[in-house]
């Protein structure tokens, strides 16, 4: 993130990072221009170009169109400055902030990389996505942007109550799936799936992961146990069952 531009495979940045608060013939632009200027007559323009496109985001608010948010996202996601990860995890916490940009930046923070101090804030927004009931679309994505995090403390338990949650749409709880299996074999992880194997909708799925993890499931000990049985306790065949049981009929 900072230090490392958090543009998205694909995606081009050839122009200046201030075009979106540049552009001579929108209102944000006017809005940007005509903000006092600072001590000593200087004016907005003097500022940092972080400075500069933060400030323009906030001033026009919720007035301002998508295409020009996400063209703002866009510039300070290409710029190393330790602004840029609290401001864009601003917006993404911001409930009044519509659902495109937020998931814009989403995808940003998800994506980047971090520093190890940042990783921690970021996961605890995204957290708290996963409650946010008005837009299940964003749960979804918040809970498959957690796998990116599963190794941050307090992420993994999240995880499980989604995945566990019977009540919970079955989108939600299989991206709280995927995202757990991102942890890869770890105890929690592994405990997790043991737990999902009985579920009727991810219970194949668990099972599966368990496998490829080489991890025996709770079918598989059952099993095994049987066969073990089995060889210490061998039943008798056919032929010899059917010489016992006249003896057994004279007994009585």
């Not at 703002?72 to 190393?80: F, T």
């Not at 902030?97 to 927004?125: C, F, H, M, Q, W």
Request: aromatic letters at 4%; a negative charge; hydrophobic letters at 40%.
């Amino acid at each position: 993130m900072t230090g490392v531009p958090l543009h998205t495979t694909g995606e081009s940045h050839t122009s200046k990072p201030l075009c979106a608060a540049s552009r001579s013939n929108t209102k944000q632009t006017r809005a940007v221009e005509s903000m006092p200027t600072r001590a000593g007559g200087s004016t907005l323009w003097s500022m940092s170009e972080v400075e500069r496109l933060i400030d323009a985001f906030r001033a026009e608010g919720t007035a301002a169109s998508n295409p020009w948010k996400l063209d703002v996202v866009l510039d300070l996601a290409g710029l190393d400055d330790p602004r840029v990860v609290p401001f864009l995890l601003s917006v993404l916490a911001d409930p009044h902030e519509s659902i495109a940009v937020r998931l814009d930046v989403l995808k940003r923070v998800r994506n980047g990389r971090l520093k190890p101090e940042e990783r921690s804030r970021v996961a605890d927004t995204i957290i708290k996505l996963c409650s946010e009931r008005s837009n299940l679309q964003l749960c979804i994505e918040s809970a498959l942007a957690l796998g990116e995090f599963a190794d941050v403390p307090g992420v993994v338990p999240v995880l499980e109550g989604l995945a566990l949650q019977t009540a919970e749409p079955f989108d939600l709880r299989y991206a709280a799936f995927t995202s757990i299996q991102r942890a890869d074999r770890t105890t929690d992880a592994i405990e997790i799936m043991r737990r999902l194997t009985d579920d009727a909708v991810l219970g194949r799925a668990a099972a599966s992961v368990l496998h490829s993890w080489r991890i025996l499931c709770p079918v598989d000990i059952v099993v095994n146990d049987r066969r073990a049985d089995r060889a210490a306790y061998p039943q008798p065949d056919s032929e010899h069952h059917g010489r016992l049981q006249p003896l057994l009929l004279n007994a009585y």
